[in-house]
């Protein structure tokens, strides 16, 4: 402790955590709520990349960790389904440098396409999962977390969700991590090399590894115990633990910080001196499951209480086991497409059209509410394309001329290039008409950049991957780019053309987002003067 | 144990809702107290209602207000209201756009910190605290309109609540 006193949002605490444990390497892509972990660890001086997508920052920050730097990488919860191949492999290797994979939840759906909980992943992908309650375990996780790393040559999950990465409480930070060596790679070949020969051992080791973390959280794990009544006893995780503490001050409380692999004989333990054990988590009934299969008697939450996030009324009502109808709060005013924003024209001439829309994630997303109402499918990053071919390839010919796949620019990125790699090489008999809705940033999260914008994490210049040369060198039949601050009228006639041919087509829809528009403005006449004080 | 405040701030996305929280809770922070703040955001940037809770006191546990606990709520849009309205338990002080007066403001941007010189006459904060966290949390070119506006929420409540 230094006697520092900050308020900080568990995003912030996160990346504070990261650069005062010497994290030289931060990756992750944009999602709500976990973007502005990266966003201030470069504020703060971190070295901070957006990668394409989270497979791709999951693997750089791999190799990170493999040449023994500490190494965090971000994503909302669907983004580690994205990186889940990399993770189910890289738990069986062995990192040097410590790797803090962090996965923000979004139980409730605030801004997500589902409320999948990523505990499950603790037990699918054997990496150890660490929940903090607030900002002050956030930071004193993502350090634990990397050292947990070291000791076990193991990949950890923080596990955040949105009251954890959006709330702000204090935080009293510690003394920054003085060790800065230089690092030199260290060659180990069965440790690194998931062939058979070497993953077979590995899987054991890791095993192993797993065996001896639940040794340590048995005995010293981040484990907080309040005695309370006997009557009652609470085991709780994550953001719910504070909830329990305020719905019932006077029960009996543990609260668990490394929550995969649990500390099973603690909480047996602690189930003996309770007369009632109700565990109270969010989301799925993971934690409750795992004490059942123990053989500890524990009460779970009344299926009611799965959906949606949890607050201190909802956990009053699972104590007195209240399965009657909750009240829904009143509807507020939804979001809508921002005025001026580029995506109205575009779902203004595909409803006019009436074509069959596939969509993708982004803002663009709003195109399916009134007035727009255009929008028939969303599933996914990057599902628009594949699913607009699925649709194609099946439809009666009048339906098939009528779909059309629509992609924002950091989606397509992400993960739209694989589509139309099968749009090419699988093209339908009415051929395929994409969309690419290219407003000059990800909008959705809060507008960073990526690969397509020519500009890095912090804003500065970089090299830009050129849509229409992807499109076109890839095979595409045409290759359309719209300027809809001066053309959007020409959208129309341009797509019933492509729509009438057996043909693949690409259009790339060009207009900055009117948020981010004044912004780009600031950065490119940043990057000119740059570039003129070095001529 | 003192008891915990709770404050409920309401209003659309780009009215400056979550702004005015963090300067609340900033302010809490700065008199000492333990705080929490949460809110949903991501979605409201795009027009639609956004709420954020602000708890301060000696110890505070959850970081959301529990519905029916808001001792105030804080309202900038006098659509969102009724939406909020079971956030504030009975008896509890409701804070709406009205306090201002139309044309009173110099930016109507300012409505949210105006609002809060409403509330700081409704909490224990000093006004140093509030000022200081105005200041931390705005454009050093935003402080002395801000400052304006606080002063006129704060004689707009002292008028219209009768405080």
Redesign the interface.
């Known amino acids: 402790m230094t006697g520092e006193r900050l308020l900080l949002s568990g995003d912030d605490a996160v990346a504070l955590g990261a650069l005062h444990a010497g994290v030289r390497l931060g990756t992750g892509y944009p999602g709500t709520p976990s973007t502005e972990i990266l966003e201030t660890f470069d504020r703060l001086g971190g070295r901070a990349q957006w990668s394409p997508n989270e497979k791709v920052a999951l693997e750089v920050a791999c190799g990170s960790a493999f040449a023994g730097a500490r190494t965090i990488v971000t994503m909302k919860h669907v983004g580690l389904n994205v990186a889940a191949d990399a993770l189910f492999t890289a738990t069986h290797t062995d990192v040097d440098g410590g790797l803090v994979i962090v996965s923000a939840d979004d139980p409730g759906m605030a801004s997500s396409q589902n409320e999948q909980d990523n505990r499950h992943y603790g037990r699918a992908a054997a990496a150890p999962v660490l929940e903090p309650i607030d900002s002050q375990q956030a930071y004193d996780f993502t350090w634990l977390g990397l050292e947990l790393s070291e000791r076990w040559k193991i990949p950890v999950i923080l596990r955040l969700t949105t009251r954890i990465c959006h709330a702000k409480t204090v935080v009293r930070p510690r003394r920054p991590h003085q060790d800065a060596g230089a690092l030199s790679f260290r060659r180990d070949i069965p440790a690194r090399v998931m062939i058979p020969a070497f993953a077979k051992p590995a899987h054991r080791r890791l095993r192993q590894k797993l065996a001896e973390i639940t040794t340590w959280n048995e005995a010293e794990g981040p484990i907080e115990e309040h005695q309370g009544s006997r009557e009652l006893g609470i085991v709780a995780t994550g953001v719910a633990a504070v909830h329990a503490r305020e719905a019932a001050p006077e029960a009996s409380q543990l609260t668990l910080g490394l929550t995969y692999p649990l500390p099973l004989e603690r909480i047996r333990a602690f189930a003996a001196t309770v007369d009632r054990l109700v565990v109270i988590e969010e989301g799925d009934p993971v934690l409750v499951d795992s004490l059942r299969a123990a053989g500890i008697t524990a009460e779970g939450k009344p299926e009611q209480y799965r959906f949606g996030e949890l607050n201190v009324a909802r956990v009053r009502r699972i104590l007195a086991n209240d399965t009657s109808p909750e009240t829904e709060p009143p509807a507020g005013k939804p979001p809508e497409l921002c005025p001026g924003c580029s995506h109205r024209a575009v779902f203004e001439t595909l409803r006019d059209l009436d074509c069959i829309v596939s969509g993708d994630i982004g803002c663009y997303t709003l195109g399916v509410l009134p007035p727009f109402s255009a929008m028939d499918t969303c599933v996914c990053m990057g599902a628009s394309v594949g699913v607009g071919l699925g649709l194609r390839h099946v439809l009666p010919e009048d339906e098939a001329r009528r779909v059309v796949s629509v992609i924002g620019d950091s989606t397509f990125v992400h993960s739209g290039l694989t589509g139309i790699a099968e749009m090419v090489y699988n093209p339908p008999a009415t051929g395929h008409v994409v969309l690419i809705l290219d407003n000059a940033t990800t909008a959705m999260t809060g507008q960073q950049e990526h690969p397509g914008t020519g500009r890095l994490l912090d804003h500065s210049p970089t090299n830009r991957i050129s849509f229409e040369s992807v499109c076109t060198s890839m095979g595409v039949d045409n290759v359309h780019v719209l300027d809809l601050h001066h053309d959007a009228a020409g959208l129309r006639p341009l797509l019933e053309d492509l729509l009438a041919r057996d043909e693949t087509s690409v259009v790339i829809t060009r207009q900055p987002c009117v948020l981010a528009a004044p912004k780009i403005r600031l950065y490119e006449k940043a990057a000119a003067e740059q570039a003129e004080t070095q001529d | 144990m003192q008891q915990v405040k709770n404050i409920v701030i309401a209003g ?2 780009g009215q400056g809702v979550i702004k005015a929280s ?1 300067i609340l ?2 302010a809490a ?1 700065r008199a000492g107290f ?16 956004v ?1 954020s809770d602000v708890r301060y006191g000696e110890a ?5 207000v ?3 606990e808001a001792d105030v709520l804080l309202v900038l849009e006098a ?2 209201v ?2 909020n309205r ?1 956030t504030l338990r009975p008896g509890g002080l409701l804070i709406g756009p009205e306090v201002i007066e139309p044309g009173a403001l110099r930016n109507r941007k300012s409505l949210n910190v105006a609002l809060l010189g409403a509330l700081s006459t409704a909490l224990e904060i000093d006004q140093g605290h509030w000022i200081a966290a105005i200041h931390a949390n705005l454009a050093t070119k935003l402080h002395a309109i801000n400052e304006q506006a606080f002063a006129l929420g704060r004689e707009g409540a002292t008028r219209q609540l009768g405080q």
């Open positions: 659309l996305g963090d809770a900033d922070f333990d705080v929490k703040k949460s809110e949903l955001h991501g979605m409201s940037q795009r027009g639609g209602s709420s505070v546990l959850s970081p959301m529990p519905p029916g659509t969102q009724e939406v079971p």
